[in-house]
């Protein structure tokens, strides 16, 4: 079936350390976006992909960065200068300019 | 820079009451597309709606319908004969016309918790 598929569901680090999430599409959609999501804050983007070997950075991504050497795949590593990194991370994809967005499950961080 | 704004962070009925969420939204473009998207406690977005900023007809699906109004900058999502698996949050988006290197931005509201009651 194609889709988004994020791993882990769960991840715990310790402070300090730098730490990726995998997000990889079958759908053969262009862009893909990750956002963040706080309680009572919404989703907030943090970095966005239209092609590859190409992004741009969202509203907060400090702390941050993104790789996207293919297609299908834009993992995001949350790095140790991200002072808050707790959260519910989302990925998500889409086929073309101004189409839906399709999500993944996504990834609960907790900094321990 | 664009914004998108759902006031009502958590709204609480009883089975079968009509509810309509808001969304309020701000952009400099012309140009551009509304999304309403459904979270439940699984965690995964489910696409709702799509509307288009030239196409203000109202939409209805099922239980559900939308009222965009471009004057009041506002695309409202009503659920008629509320039930409890409507539960969940409710996200307002916007996608603007401004193409970055190939990118769109996509830009959420801070969502809308709906609580059903038996």
């Known amino acids: 079936d194609g889709g988004i598929t994020q791993s882990p569901k769960y991840l715990f680090r310790k402070e300090g350390q730098n730490v990726t999430l995998s997000c990889e599409q079958n759908?053969?959609?262009?862009?893909m976006y990750w956002y963040r999501q706080d309680p009572g804050q919404g989703l907030r983007l943090i970095y966005y992909?239209?092609?590859?070997?190409?992004?741009q950075k969202g509203d907060i991504a400090e702390g941050y960065s993104v790789s996207r050497e293919k297609k299908e795949s834009f993992p995001l590593t949350v790095t140790s200068a991200q002072k808050n990194p707790t959260a519910f991370y989302l990925c998500?994809?889409?086929?073309?300019?101004?189409?839906?967005?399709?999500f993944g499950q996504g990834t609960r961080l907790t900094v321990v | 820079a664009q914004k998108v704004t759902q006031a009502q962070t958590e709204i609480s009925v009883v089975e079968k009451e009509d509810v309509t969420l808001d969304c309020v939204y701000e952009?400099?473009?012309?140009?551009?597309?509304l999304f309403w998207y459904k979270q439940p406690p699984s965690g995964e977005l489910v696409f709702l709606i799509r509307?288009?900023?030239?196409?203000?007809q109202n939409e209805i699906s099922g239980r559900y319908s939308w009222n965009f109004q471009k004057s009041t900058s506002s695309f409202n999502f009503t659920i008629t004969a509320s039930q409890v698996v409507d539960s969940a949050v409710y996200f307002c988006?916007?996608?603007?016309?401004?193409?970055?290197?190939?990118?769109?931005?996509?830009?959420f509201g801070q969502g809308t918790r709906l609580t059903i009651n038996p």
């Open positions: 988006a916007l996608t603007p016309l401004e193409v970055i290197q190939g990118a769109q931005k996509l830009v």
């Open positions: 998500a994809s889409r086929r073309g300019l101004g189409l839906e967005a399709f």
């Open positions: 759908l053969n959609h262009d862009a």
């Open positions: 509307r288009n900023s030239f196409d203000e």
């Open positions: 952009t400099r473009d012309t140009t551009y597309y």
């Open positions: 992909s239209q092609i590859v070997n190409d992004f």
